[in-house]
């Protein structure tokens, strides 16, 4: 083993090579290439295949890093790829979009003194070649089982759950108020982190392997939820969080101040060849503005990353911390700044200007203040310091809350947390409805899509056991 690999100490770090900034502001397509074969078995041969690896331990899906990275160094590629499969519903998508520095990488030994093994992009070269190798096989459940469940929602979670559920042989349909199946990842993430190919071909290749599909199925809505618990064995909610946090202050109600999942969504609608008339009145398009997003999260580094390639005059970004206290990944961060966007660290805004449309931003300074009792700094206005940003688009990236999901489901025993998000049953993802259980950012709150995809999988696997413990008692009757 020692012969190829543990090459960290004479091999540096090398990551898939990075499209110059004034590329990238004029397109959306993924700013990173692809790992050349080569350097893809290099870089797995630096890892020192730790006894107590804390790459994995760090990863939500517990990944079999060291194994798929030594058979990656080997370049037994097909037995890489089944490996990381097996953990992993969509290796390649997080090999893309993991705030890796937070997660897997930001945790491998070697990142103190030499820089860490680049996980991420080898998982998702591996993946890759397994597609262009046609390596990747649909989903061949061993038996049929007669029983079906139901999921609302086709983002991350939801499409985990019916992977593994349909690889138990169960009739699975998945329903989805849009038109499209991916969730935050076809209409949220933007295609220069995720190009929307990738998400497409996933939506295939589950419908090839017996998945059905129901769009355009708003559930609450027009299709009322008693209908698919009704018609289903079982039903698994995961329906994300998507209510917009609002600011307030004067002038915040002005035109030109919009929500960032509106702008995300649209951008994402237009980029996908549909027709979009809030982009072309110029209503949800940067061309030509002067923009201010403000938030520090991921949805406001896409918000900013998007006016630039929509071709904003400006684009500044309002976070009330500071860099190192902001949620969203740094790493976006520098991105961000390589193509442009200015960030005003430690502000807030205090009024929007402006009569008939925004037309400016009125913020304050603020400084951080001492830690309250989960130890995150206060924020505190400076008197005195407020100034005024141009703008004539403002983006809202607050957050997400929970939508009412009792009231629109009609279901008024569904109980909820303090938060809002459903409350299950933390052993087998169950809500208080017997039979309904529910994955994803509609239990943990906004997260992660290696979150998402984890919960999906453990509540597909509970939903199984469920079902074959009925069975048992039924056959023992
Ligand atoms: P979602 O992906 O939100 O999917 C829920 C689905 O349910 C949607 O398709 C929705 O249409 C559908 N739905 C909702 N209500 C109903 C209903 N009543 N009837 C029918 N269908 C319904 N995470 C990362 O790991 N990396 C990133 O880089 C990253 N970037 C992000 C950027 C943005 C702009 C946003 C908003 C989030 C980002 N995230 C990122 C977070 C990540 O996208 C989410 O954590 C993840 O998608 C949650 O998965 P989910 O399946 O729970 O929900
Ligand atoms: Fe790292 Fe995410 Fe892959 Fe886990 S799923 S190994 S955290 S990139
Ligand atoms: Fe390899 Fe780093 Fe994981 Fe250790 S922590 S097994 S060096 S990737």
Known sequence: MAERMLKFINLPQQTPEKRPAEARREDFREIYADFQPEAATQQASRCSQCGIPFCQVHCPLSNNIPDWLKLTAEGRLEEAYELSSATNTFPEICGRICPQD?????????????????IGAVERYITDTAFDNDWVKP????????????IIGAGPAGLAAAERLRAQGYQVTVYDRHDRVGGLLIYGIPGFKLEKEIVLRRWKWLEEGGVKFVLGADIGGATPFAELRAKHDAVLIATGVY???????????????VKALDYLITSNRQGLGDAVPDYDSGLLNAAGKDV??????????DCV???????????????????????????????AEEEGVNFVWLSAPEAFLGDDKVTGVRAMRMHLGLPDASGRQSVEPI???SFTVKAD????????????????????????TGWGTLKVNARNFETSLPGVFAAGDIVRGASLVVWAIRDGRDAAAAIHRQFQAAQQSQAAE
């Open 102 to 118: 937070r997660l897997c990488e930001g945790n491998c030994v070697i990142e103190k003194g030499f820089d860490s093994i680049t």
């Open 139 to 150: 989903i061949a459940p061993l038996a049929e089982r007669a029983q079906s469940v139901g």
């Open 243 to 257: 209510k917009a946090r609002e600011i307030g202050g004067p002038g915040a109600g002005l035109p030109g101040i």
């Open 292 to 301: 201010v997003v403000i938030g520090g999260g991921d949805t406001a580094m």
């Open 305 to 335: 990353r998007t006016a630039i390639r929509q071709g904003a005059k400006s684009v500044t970004c309002l976070y009330r911390r500071d860099r190192q206290n902001m949620p969203g990944s740094l790493r976006e961060v520098k991105n």
């Open 383 to 385: 008197e005195g310091s």
């Open 393 to 416: 688009l403002v983006i809202k990236a607050l957050g997400f809350d929970p939508e009412e999901l009792p009231g629109a489901f009609n279901e008024p025993e569904l109980k909820l």
